[in-house]
């Protein structure tokens, strides 16, 4: 018999300690100060702040967003203000609350990517997750996460700048996502974090024009869920290291079947938007699941699906 409160929810990332198998989906969150309202930020899992440049970029032009049934596409184009802003205000701010820190990097060139870390490596954080597949830039992101040369290149590169724990966030717009899976296990990475932005278009009949500016963005939200399922399970039987899975979690029941199909962890993204505390709620209801199946450790659940 397990009640609340008992259940162990601490999970092991390669080295980074999570006090609960949730943290935010990177660009969902900004690094935490505009949710503080609503979520103490030190009782996450993890915070995964947005991606972040050598000098910060202004992100794309024109409109970013767009609503899709059952989830949203966008196109920011990784606007931010650079690492230097990075370690000078946002660190300091989620150190003071003593929350647990996955930076997501991001680059132009295999340069800019091992650059960023090199930056880091004297702040005070606790993973790097390595973003290798955004579809909204035009050099970089996507475009090495979608090649498994061009994958293993940046991960070497940022492996041999840092002993801490260094996550490979994959691309799902690719044939076979455990191939580039197992290029970055290969290159040194301690785990993968799964799924990015499944690319699409939305379009206004009426004006007879893209909605977004750039025509393709990344779609999020419940929508794809049946995608990134699929792919934790892919990458589970195909790699040895941890994995953190997102693509529409919203509760407690969804965070469980990615546990399930394989993930160690997981992230909440797009649905912080419609309900800031949504991050919460899932660390509750995965807690919930547990002792109404009767089970001590979270990690139990780990590709615990049955057949
Ligand atoms: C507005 C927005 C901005 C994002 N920015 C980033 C980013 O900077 N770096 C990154 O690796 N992923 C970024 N993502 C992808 C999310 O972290 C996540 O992988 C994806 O949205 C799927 O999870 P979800 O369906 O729960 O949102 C962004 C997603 C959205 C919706």
Request: proline share 4%; net charge negative; glycine share 12%.
């Amino acid at each position: 018999m397990v009640e609340m409160g008992q259940v162990s929810l601490h999970v092991d990332i390669a080295g980074l300690h999570m006090k609960n198998p949730v943290t935010v989906g990177s660009g969902t969150f900004a690094a935490g100060r505009e949710y503080s309202d609503f979520i103490d930020v030190s009782k996450l899992g993890a915070v995964t702040t947005k991606g972040v440049s050598l000098h910060g970029w202004p992100g794309n032009d024109g409109t970013r967003i767009a609503e899709t049934p059952s989830g949203m596409l966008n196109s920011i184009g990784l606007q931010n203000p650079g690492v230097d802003h990075l370690m000078e205000e946002d660190l300091p701010w989620l150190n003071e609350r003593g929350a647990t820190i996955i930076v997501n990097v991001a680059g132009h060139s295999v340069d800019e990517y091992a650059q960023v870390i090199e930056r880091l490596e004297n702040a005070s954080l606790d993973a790097y997750e390595v973003n290798i597949s955004c579809p909204n830039v035009d050099g970089g992101g996507m475009s090495f996460g979608a090649d498994p040369a061009l994958a293993s290149e940046v991960i070497s590169a940022c492996r041999s700048r840092t002993n801490r724990p260094l996550i490979a966030k994959l691309t799902p717009n690719v044939t076979d996502i455990t191939l580039i899976a197992k290029a970055v296990q290969d290159a040194g990475a301690d785990a993968v974090s799964l799924i990015n932005t499944v690319c699409g278009m939305a379009i206004d009949a009426n004006t007879r024009r893209s909605i977004l500016a750039r025509g393709i963005g990344g779609l999020s939200g419940p929508a794809i869920k049946p995608i990134a399922l699929g792919m934790v399970w892919q990458c589970y039987k195909a790699i040895d290291i941890p994995i953190i899975g997102m693509g529409g979690i919203r509760s407690g029941l969804d965070a469980v079947e990615f546990l399930l199909a394989g993930a160690r962890a997981v992230s909440v993204g797009t649905a912080n938007f419609i309900d800031p505390c949504a991050a919460m709620q899932v660390i509750e209801g995965i807690e919930r699941y547990c002792v109404d199946q009767g089970v001590s450790d979270v990690n139990e659940l780990v590709g615990a699906l049955e057949w």
